[in-house]
């Protein structure tokens, strides 16, 4: 892509407005009042607290003395619609790229903070299970400009205009994405093989001055022995995304999240932010977890086999003792347009991580090219002359 492409700032994401209320994922109109004027609170990044924007002073949110525990996977899968606390949630499905959000009560319509459309509120009542703990955001809004504008400049190849985004205010919208964590114990049975290697002296004939010689070498060969066995794995918060909307392996890049940190969820926290509702379910995310467990449990079985090599013929995994965290994590999303498509930046709210689609500047990509090229070229002529 060459440099006279137009980055136009009506393309971008504009600033996401204040809501009228201030509950995001759960129906009905939340209001959380100032307790020195009575004015809208929002959650400030970086604290505990709610930040009042008419008087600027703190009200500290209620913390909740009750522990994060893991939940029992298979209780709430044979019982899940009478037990486990759900939400009735109000979920708009963006038509472009299909995210799942919920915009604020009292507000009709609202851009997609993953692709920039316009999404118009539906009545489509979705009963989900409720996050029980979540991250709260620990960078502002200026924070995660300052991380988005640091990664712009250190883009190479990229479009000279391209830099100018990092001076745009707005573009970024802060978002609650849903996550799985899964707790499991693994006793796998496999069969398969033992390879042990030896060694024998072969004869080979070799040219030496222009006359045959007869040599010997060391060949390296291997022995097959049948194996069969029982395994043990354990597994401890392996963190699965809810979210279809974004490329698992792009949201993996952002981490690692201090999930120490976690707080018990309030609704105070979502004040001023977007939350996605969960697209992969319970047991949708518990098949990505044992997706993740393989290689662990396949290192296991070539320990367990021994010798030098080893093949798995088969293998069957049984899980037990499985638990669960539904939570929420932070981040914020920048959209934006260049030339008709769209580029998606992902800033982890906690860290500052940035990870994010970019355009290319292919006259950049050529005039280096060419550039290598011509040095290599003056390399190889100038070691010609020189052995002339």
């Given at each position: 892509?060459?440099?006279?492409?137009?980055f136009?700032?009506?393309?971008?994401?504009?600033?996401e407005p204040a809501p009228?209320?201030t509950?995001?994922?759960?129906?009905?109109?939340r209001r959380?009042?100032?307790?020195?004027?009575?004015?809208?609170l929002?959650?400030?990044?970086?604290?505990?607290?709610?930040?009042?924007?008419?008087?600027g002073?703190?009200?500290?949110?209620a913390?909740?003395a009750?522990?994060?525990?893991?939940?029992?996977?298979?209780?709430?899968?044979?019982?899940?619609?009478?037990?486990?606390?759900k939400?009735?949630?109000?979920?708009?499905?963006c038509?472009?790229c299909?995210?799942?959000?919920?915009?604020?009560?009292?507000v009709?319509?609202?851009?997609?903070?993953?692709?920039?459309r316009?999404?118009?509120?539906?009545g489509?009542?979705?009963?989900?299970?409720?996050?029980?703990s979540?991250?709260?955001?620990?960078l502002d809004?200026?924070?995660?400009?300052?991380?988005?504008?640091?990664?712009?400049?250190?883009?190479?190849?990229?479009?000279?205009?391209?830099?100018k985004a990092?001076?745009i205010?707005?573009?970024?919208?802060?978002?609650?994405l849903?996550?799985?964590?899964?707790?499991?114990g693994?006793?796998?049975?496999?069969?398969?093989?033992?390879?042990?290697?030896?060694?024998?002296?072969?004869?080979y004939?070799?040219?030496?001055?222009?006359?045959?010689?007869?040599?010997?070498?060391q060949?390296?060969k291997?022995?097959?022995y049948?194996?069969s066995?029982?395994v043990?794995d354990?597994?401890?918060?392996?963190?699965?995304?809810g979210?279809a909307?974004?490329?698992?392996?792009?949201?993996?890049?952002?981490?690692p999240?201090?999930?120490?940190?976690?707080?018990?969820?309030?609704d105070?926290?979502?004040?001023?932010?977007r939350s996605?509702?969960?697209?992969?379910?319970l047991?949708g995310g518990?098949?990505?977890?044992k997706?993740?467990?393989?290689?662990?449990?396949?290192?296991?079985?070539?320990?367990?086999?021994g010798?030098d090599?080893?093949?798995i013929a088969t293998m069957?995994?049984?899980y037990?003792?499985?638990t669960?965290?539904h939570l929420l994590?932070?981040?914020?999303?920048?959209a934006y347009?260049?030339?008709g498509?769209?580029f998606?930046?992902?800033?982890?709210?906690r860290?500052?991580?940035?990870?994010?689609?970019r355009?290319?500047s292919?006259?950049?990509i050529t005039l280096?090219?060419?550039?290598?090229?011509?040095?290599i070229?003056a390399?190889?002529?100038?070691?010609?002359?020189?052995s002339?």
């Amino acid at each position: 892509m060459g440099d006279s492409g137009v980055f136009e700032a009506s393309e971008l994401l504009p600033e996401e407005p204040a809501p009228r209320a201030t509950e995001p994922v759960t129906t009905g109109e939340r209001r959380f009042p100032c307790a020195s004027c009575g004015a809208q609170l929002r959650f400030a990044p970086g604290t505990l607290s709610m930040r009042c924007a008419h008087c600027g002073s703190l009200n500290e949110i209620a913390s909740d003395a009750q522990p994060i525990e893991e939940i029992d996977y298979l209780r709430v899968l044979a019982e899940l619609e009478a037990d486990e606390p759900k939400i009735d949630q109000i979920v708009s499905a963006c038509e472009t790229c299909g995210a799942r959000i919920e915009l604020p009560p009292n507000v009709t319509s609202g851009p997609c903070p993953f692709c920039t459309r316009t999404v118009v509120a539906t009545g489509l009542s979705q009963k989900h299970i409720k996050p029980r703990s979540l991250l709260p955001f620990a960078l502002d809004r200026h924070a995660a400009r300052a991380r988005f504008r640091a990664w712009i400049e250190k883009l190479w190849f990229a479009p000279r205009d391209l830099r100018k985004a990092a001076t745009i205010d707005g573009a970024l919208t802060g978002v609650y994405l849903p996550y799985w964590t899964y707790d499991s114990g693994a006793v796998t049975t496999y069969t398969g093989q033992r390879g042990e290697h030896y060694y024998v002296t072969e004869t080979y004939t070799t040219m030496v001055n222009g006359k045959p010689q007869v040599r010997t070498r060391q060949v390296q060969k291997t022995r097959w022995y049948p194996a069969s066995g029982r395994v043990r794995d354990s597994f401890d918060d392996l963190l699965v995304p809810g979210s279809a909307t974004i490329e698992q392996s792009r949201l993996d890049k952002l981490t690692p999240w201090d999930l120490d940190a976690l707080v018990p969820y309030a609704d105070e926290y979502l004040a001023g932010f977007r939350s996605e509702s969960y697209a992969i379910d319970l047991p949708g995310g518990f098949e990505r977890a044992k997706a993740m467990m393989l290689p662990q449990i396949r290192a296991s079985i070539r320990r367990d086999i021994g010798g030098d090599v080893q093949r798995i013929a088969t293998m069957h995994s049984e899980y037990h003792d499985i638990t669960f965290k539904h939570l929420l994590l932070p981040m914020w999303i920048c959209a934006y347009r260049y030339k008709g498509r769209v580029f998606q930046i992902l800033v982890n709210a906690r860290t500052g991580e940035v990870v994010g689609d970019r355009p290319y500047s292919w006259a950049k990509i050529t005039l280096s090219v060419v550039m290598a090229l011509l040095c290599i070229g003056a390399i190889v002529l100038f070691f010609v002359l020189a052995s002339r």
